[in-house]
């Protein structure tokens, strides 16, 4: 059986100490598109919990990670490989086995770039010494079977950096960016994260080298960054923490968006929205996506409407449009909010933008059958909500999948892919296609 641990988890917590007050709205129509199971995990060495979402790969294959191998509970990195023709199924491809902690543990998420090399972090290991979490490389080799592996580094806790969560930025020069969930303050202290960049060796053999761009301090600035930088011109960088700021929600706060940017003087953060609770949301989480006007979008798994009980709210989207005057602030636009039940609860796995300006995203709980749920929303005129439609709603058991939490991808001609974190015939995850 599938567990439910990482990323989600953290947004769940954070979601769970936070109560408040929203407002009402009206249910959009909705209606299904083909949706087919490609891949169900059948467990154990094929690994469990594919929590990340996939990756394009090339010709037709899907790059992903699992939080557990069913062994070890060390986590895999897979590729499938597309059908062969006619009456073929997909096929998963191990690359990588996380065979004991020393070498870390629960991947969560991976980058590839053009070079066909990937790179990952791991939430948790890295040796007895350190253990608070890896930074990896795979590199393809002339045998389609075999990946060269390679720690690139292991953070150690207190002022490093503790428990590395989410995609790797990488830029043109090869440096790597991410964030921390924990770590920053001094030793014995958890702290409240930091980002971090990797520069590669100068030599083949030498040591990546760790800077750390920003240690979160909860107030104002944020804590408990969450998800992957995004890149925000040619010295920035954007990202959330779910937690922190000056919100009033809880002792942690509402959370924050904010932005990195590297000077002469080195690297500065600027929080460039502070999240309130209640109808303005709360516990941003994921990844942020922008459009090409520089506008980013994300959500909150958390505030907006009360849910179904009355108890709770069941998050919002949201957009942020930049300033118009140099200082001035960013303006938030509340695009969606979440009734929960039916409608979707938690939507905790980011967003994704195509090329009509339509956003796809998913709730990890919630739905007809309360398993989660694949939504689109399409732009509406200003000042009014976006229009939402319900993709698929998740029921488990073989043949579907439960609880989606990664970023979806969309490739060219509107096919939707992802992962769902248990469901399938063995309840330990699926990948799935929703063709539009």
């Known amino acids: 059986m599938g567990h439910l641990h990482g990323r989600g988890t953290i947004a769940q917590l954070a979601r769970g100490i936070i109560l408040s007050i929203g407002m009402a709205m009206a249910v959009s129509a909705q209606a299904e598109p083909d949706f087919s199971t490609i891949y169900e995990f059948p467990g154990g060495a094929h690994g469990i919990n594919p929590e990340a979402g996939v990756i394009f790969g090339p010709d037709g294959s899907l790059f992903g990670t699992t939080d557990s191998d069913g062994i070890a509970y060390g986590g895999v990195v897979f590729q499938l490989l597309p059908p062969q023709g006619a009456g073929h199924s997909w096929v998963e491809r191990i690359l990588k086995r996380f065979p004991d902690l020393a070498q870390g543990g629960l991947p969560l998420g991976i980058t590839r770039t053009s070079a066909g090399v990937l790179y990952g972090v791991t939430l948790d290991g890295g040796g007895t010494a350190n253990g608070r979490g890896t930074a990896f490389s795979l590199t393809p080799t002339a045998d389609p079977t075999i990946w060269k592996f390679a720690t690139l580094y292991r953070f150690a806790g207190s002022y490093d950096g503790s428990s590395p969560s989410g995609s790797l930025l990488v830029d043109s020069t090869g440096v790597l960016s991410g964030t921390t969930i924990l770590g920053g303050a001094g030793p014995g202290l958890d702290g409240y994260g930091t980002a971090f960049s990797l520069t590669p060796p100068q030599t083949p053999t ?15 600035d944020g804590a408990t960054p969450d998800g992957t930088l995004l890149a925000s011109g040619p010295s920035a960088s954007v990202g959330v923490t779910t937690t922190g700021g000056t919100g009033i929600c809880s002792d942690l706060g509402c959370g924050t968006v904010f932005r990195l940017i590297r000077s002469k003087d080195g690297w500065t953060e600027r929080v460039i929205y502070q999240f309130e609770g209640g ?6 989480v994921g990844r942020l996506i922008a459009d090409a006007t520089g506008s980013l979008y994300g959500v909150t798994a958390d505030g907006g409407l009360p849910g179904a009980n009355g108890e709770y709210e069941t998050g919002t989207v949201f957009r942020l449009d930049q300033p118009s005057a140099l200082g001035a602030p960013w303006t938030k636009t509340i695009l969606y909010e979440f009734q929960g039940v039916e409608d979707g609860e938690l939507p905790d796995g980011g967003l994704t933008l195509d090329a009509h300006g339509t956003l796809y995203g998913t709730t990890e709980f919630g739905g007809a059958l309360y398993r989660g749920t694949v939504f689109a929303l399409t732009p509406a005129a200003p000042g009014q909500l976006w229009t939402k439609t319900i993709l ?14 990664g970023p979806l991808k969309v490739n060219a001609d509107g096919t939707i ?15 799935y296609r929703i063709k539009q």
């Open 206 to 220: 030498g040591p990546w080298t760790e800077t750390i761009l920003h240690i979160f301090t909860s107030s104002p």
């Open 279 to 284: 109808a303005d949301g709360s516990v941003p």
């Open 392 to 405: 698929h709603n998740f029921g488990g058991g073989q043949g579907d999948g439960a609880n989606p939490t």
């Open 417 to 431: 892919f992802g992962t769902t974190l248990s469901g399938g015939a063995a309840d330990d995850g699926t990948v």
